[in-house]
């Protein structure tokens, strides 16, 4: 019999289960356990089946699959019942991240064989190349945590390593994240460009850079969204993309602050106009009536379905094939750009974190120390051009 009980740590809810299994056929005495640390209570209701079934099988203490053997399988197992409680985007971070970057360094290697000694030397290699590595720390202790509750291991040997200090090197070398964005003349010639070679492109794109919006966010902009006389966007949703099933969904935004309503400019909500046109004509060569205020934005013309965010990633890779001089930013970027931007035209850092939606402003303080960090910059040039002179 299991009894679960609900308790709280740091302020977090949390679930803990003490579970009388039955008498030991061997030794003849009661087998007791008990866990702690889940966030939900049917995970600890699954474990405790699994327990109970362990037992019943003559299984318990050991590793609840035979085919659970490598850090690889582990992961997997653990995925399926992760990947259940967060948003469909965060679960594909998560994986892409681990088969980028954790696989290669320990997805072969026996769960029961990896010893504090590997477990340093895997903490080091990432410490070495990435500057903030312990986002792969998270994909590698999440595994064993849930190994040591299922009972296949003893101890997760990652929690007794030391934490070495980042180095500054990047991972991505072609974008360094430090100037993953555009200046104002950089951002102009970018939507000229585009302007002229495909306008929903440009639609997309001037709306990232000139609202701060996510690409998912913007993604899952309906045209009820858009108040025209107030000049405003309410934002409530963005679009997810669900590799299992392989179909990209409506949910909440990212964070309680992602909800929000900004006001735009007048350009850019006459362009709107002009796409929302351009849109209609275009989607009712394909049998769709796009005249109502449920129409997406952005969508598929020939079976009217809204898109993915990591579409805006094709689009842009598609700009910049055809114009291979310009500058190269990410998608996010954008984002980023309308914030450096914001701060240059003399916006404080209270406006700038809520008109993106950033849950807290350490995000909007990084941005803010990068464009000050320019303007040291163009302070000395300035003063060494006036002497020079």
């Known amino acids: 019999m299991a009894q679960i009980i609900k308790y709280t740590k740091k302020g977090e809810s949390l679930y803990r289960f003490k579970l009388y299994l039955g008498i030991d056929p061997v030794t003849g005495k009661r087998v007791e356990t008990s866990r702690r640390g889940f966030k939900r209570k049917k995970d600890a209701e699954r474990v405790i089946r699994q327990l109970q079934l362990d037992f019943a099988n003559g299984n318990y203490g050991k590793a609840k699959d035979t085919n659970i053997k490598t850090f690889d399988d582990l992961f997997n197992l653990w995925f399926e019942s992760y990947e259940n409680t967060v948003k469909p985007n965060t679960a594909e971070t998560k994986k892409i ?30 410490a070495a190349k990435y500057k903030s590595y312990r986002q792969y720390l998270v994909i590698l202790n999440s595994p064993l945590n849930y190994a040591v509750k299922l009972s296949m291991l003893d101890v997760n040997v990652f929690k007794l390593v030391i934490f070495p200090k980042a180095t500054d090197k990047k991972k991505y ?6 100037n993953n964005f ?29 609202s701060g919006m996510r690409s998912g966010e913007c993604l899952a902009l ?6 025209f006389n107030e000049q405003t966007i309410t934002i409530t949703k963005t ?30 909500l006459t362009v709107l106009k002009k796409w929302k046109l351009q849109q209609q004509k275009k989607l009712l060569k394909f ?22 965010s990591h579409v805006a990633t094709s689009w842009l890779g598609t700009v910049y094939r055809n114009f291979p001089d310009m500058k190269k930013i990410t ?26 939606g950033h849950s807290t402003s350490k995000m909007t303080l990084d941005i803010y120390t990068h464009v000050t960090q320019n303007r040291k910059q163009e302070t000395s040039l300035k003063f060494a051009n006036f002497m020079q002179n």
């Open 97 to 126: 991240r681990y088969k980028r970057v954790v696989k290669p360094l320990i997805g072969n290697a026996n769960i029961k064989k990896i010893t504090p000694a590997l477990a340093q030397q895997i903490v080091n290699k990432l």
């Open 173 to 178: 070398k072609h974008i360094e994240s430090d």
């Open 182 to 210: 555009y200046s104002k003349d950089e951002l102009i010639t970018f939507l000229e460009n585009v302007k002229g070679y495909n306008f929903k492109y440009y639609t997309f794109f001037r709306l990232l850079a000139y």
């Open 222 to 227: 309906q045209w009820k969204d858009i108040d």
């Open 239 to 268: 679009t997810a993309y669900n590799p299992g099933k392989k179909e990209t969904t409506i949910n909440t935004p990212k964070t309680k602050k992602s909800k929000r309503v900004i006001s735009i400019d007048d350009v850019t």
């Open 287 to 308: 049998g769709f009536n796009a005249n109502n205020s449920q129409q997406f934005l952005f969508t598929n013309p020939e079976t009217n379905q809204y898109y993915p």
């Open 331 to 356: 998608a996010h970027g954008f984002r980023h750009t309308h914030a450096s931007l914001l701060f240059e035209s003399g916006a404080n850092i209270k406006e700038v974190q809520e008109r993106l």
